[in-house]
């Protein structure tokens, strides 16, 4: 019996996805997820150890020796039997019985409930479809010698806000006295808030990922904005993608003003439409500003959250997340922002 067992060499389907190492806690643990049927489950460092063998190629006798020489302890038929069971059942192996599709199609994340303040309305019908056309209309702009230059100019945008901070104030505080001007802004800003998000699907397609949704997002009864849902980013295997993924809004927000930055310098001071443009350059600055914040739902927790590499960001002491360095989460920014 335990000859047979330790001979047997299972595989994973293909096209199963493992995630790398992620913190939950002080406990590392991976993902992993079946995306023809949607089961995802996570897996600890020793489970993870077995899983990322299973290739066919070894038995369980030679994943056994492996194993007993990194963590000093031998598997016996039962934990083997357990294992290969858990797995089976949740069709993860290769060469089993049939896969059994969900009827209504990979089990996703359920969307939240809508409610009178709250809810989502979907937009578009076939969103990966959309991301891809997007993403080959870009393409362009993912190459090096364009990608460089656009983060530098997402660098630029903000320190002309830096430099004549006290000038878009003053335009600012003026603009609040013309109604019609502030609405406006508003409405430039929610076409701005639609690019960000889109912003974020793009890339993330780029790193292979899949887009779910496109929709609109409803808060407190009146407050509606574009969102686009992507889904899977913690399988990416290097961090600095992950990073590019968050980052990408805020960057399209900066690169959205800059337009706007030339018009403002050509205009003369005594322009009706300087509060206009001032106002739009400052909020829309502080906009992109506020979503790198490190506090949940931005997109700045998510970011320092994948630099980290938890699930959990809020359960890590507070001195551990400070002690990640700016040149840590830029270097990781930068790392992604190319694509292979």
């Not at 369980?60 to 039962?78: H, K, S, V």
């Amino acid at each position: 019996m335990t000859g047979g067992l330790l001979g047997l060499r299972p595989a994973l389907r293909p096209g199963i996805q493992v995630g790398p190492a992620l913190m939950r806690g002080p406990v590392a643990v991976h993902l992993l997820k079946d995306p023809v049927t949607g089961v995802r489950m996570e897996v600890g460092v020793k489970e993870h150890f077995i899983i990322a063998r299973l290739d066919g190629s070894r038995s369980l006798a030679e994943i056994g020796a492996e194993y007993a020489e990194r963590f000093g302890a031998r598997l016996g038929d039962a934990q083997w039997q357990q294992m290969l069971r858990v797995l089976s059942v949740r069709q993860l192996l290769d060469g089993g019985r049939p896969v059994v599709v969900p009827p209504g199609g990979p089990a996703e994340e359920p969307a939240p409930r809508s409610t009178l303040l709250r809810g989502r309305t979907r937009m578009v019908a076939d969103a990966p479809a959309l991301m891809d056309r997007l993403h080959d209309a870009t393409a362009f702009a993912r190459r090096r010698a364009v990608l460089v230059p656009l983060n530098a100019l997402a660098v630029a945008m903000l320190v002309l806000a830096a430099v004549f901070l006290g000038d878009l104030v003053d335009q600012t505080r003026r603009l609040y006295h013309q109604p019609v001007a502030l609405a406006a802004v508003g409405c430039v800003l929610w076409v701005s808030l639609g690019l960000h998000e889109l912003a974020h699907g793009v890339v993330a397609r780029a790193y292979g990922l899949r887009v779910g949704e496109i929709g609109l997002q409803r808060h407190w009864g009146f407050m509606t904005y574009l969102y686009c849902e992507v889904r899977d980013v913690q399988f990416l295997g290097r961090r600095g993608r992950q990073v590019a993924v968050a980052a990408a809004g805020a960057v399209m927000n900066l690169l959205f003003l800059a337009p706007f930055w030339i018009v403002w310098a050509l205009l003369p001071d005594a322009a009706q439409a300087v509060p206009f443009f001032g106002g739009l350059l400052l909020l829309g600055t502080a906009m992109a500003l506020l979503n790198l914040l490190p506090l949940p739902p931005l997109d700045g927790y998510k970011a320092l959250g994948y630099t980290l590499g938890t699930l959990q960001l809020a359960t890590l002491p507070l001195l551990a997340v400070f002690a990640v360095s700016g040149r840590q989460i830029i270097g990781g920014i930068m790392e992604g922002a190319v694509k292979a």
